[in-house]
């Protein structure tokens, strides 16, 4: 079964830094475009990034990369505020849905607080 | 980037109701349209891709359709489960993907 696994969300204080991991198991990692994807608390997706394509409001300070070998999928996160409290998703591009996100995690929480 | 508005951005509706949301984008994006389905503390699932496609295992009461800059999800005969934050998203500018800003399904 295909399945994608956030970790590494936490509290942290604004101007600070925090690492996102997402394991993947059940598909080729290595065949699939992967993608970042958050919601603040109430509010709706936003797509982050992916490879090195970023929204406009990450601003250089986030990275994505990934390590195939181990299956996973990271997002380095630096010089963060309050504005970038959410959830965060990872999603898979699905090879046949026109770019489509067929499959997500269920997200890692990061909340950016003194 | 390309600006995706739903409407509305909330209803309330009733079990067996027919649901039709929009999805209108601020420039032709032909068919890259996809439609997901997402509820409180669960990942969003893919219900709707390229417009019309139907994603494997999704019920056959949810449909899509459209192209250029307007499109539409229909949700034939509302089901107890079917209520979520529905959205949209334009997949046609590669690789900057945009969502819609969701249309809350209620139960009236």
């Known amino acids: 079964e295909v399945h994608l696994v956030e970790s590494g969300g936490g509290l942290v204080l604004p101007g600070g830094s925090l690492r996102l991991s997402c394991v993947a198991s059940?598909?080729?990692?290595?065949?699939?475009?992967m993608h970042w994807v958050r919601q603040a608390p109430g509010k709706g997706l936003e797509w982050v990034g992916r490879s090195t394509n970023y929204a406009d409001f990450v601003k250089g300070r986030f990275t994505i990369s990934r390590d195939n070998a181990k299956n996973t999928l990271y997002l380095q996160m630096k010089s963060l505020s309050a504005e970038d409290t959410a959830v965060y998703y990872c999603a898979r591009v699905g090879v046949a849905g026109e770019g489509a996100f067929d499959v997500w995690g269920h997200g890692t929480m990061v909340t950016v607080s003194s | 980037d390309i600006l995706m508005t739903q409407s509305p951005s909330s209803l309330s509706a009733s079990v067996g109701d027919r649901v039709t949301i929009t999805c209108r984008a601020s420039q032709i994006i032909d068919r890259y349209l996809n439609w997901y389905q997402h509820k409180p503390g669960e990942a969003p699932r893919l219900l709707i891709y390229?417009?019309?496609s139907l994603q494997s295992g999704v019920p056959p009461r949810f449909s899509g359709g459209g192209s250029g800059t307007d499109f539409t999800l229909t949700i034939s005969s509302l089901q107890p489960e079917d209520f979520a934050t529905y959205y949209c998203q334009q997949s046609y500018s590669t690789p900057r993907w945009t969502f819609g800003q969701g249309t809350k399904v209620e139960i009236k």
């Open positions: 059940g598909f080729t990692f290595s065949n699939y475009w």
């Open positions: 390229a417009a019309s």
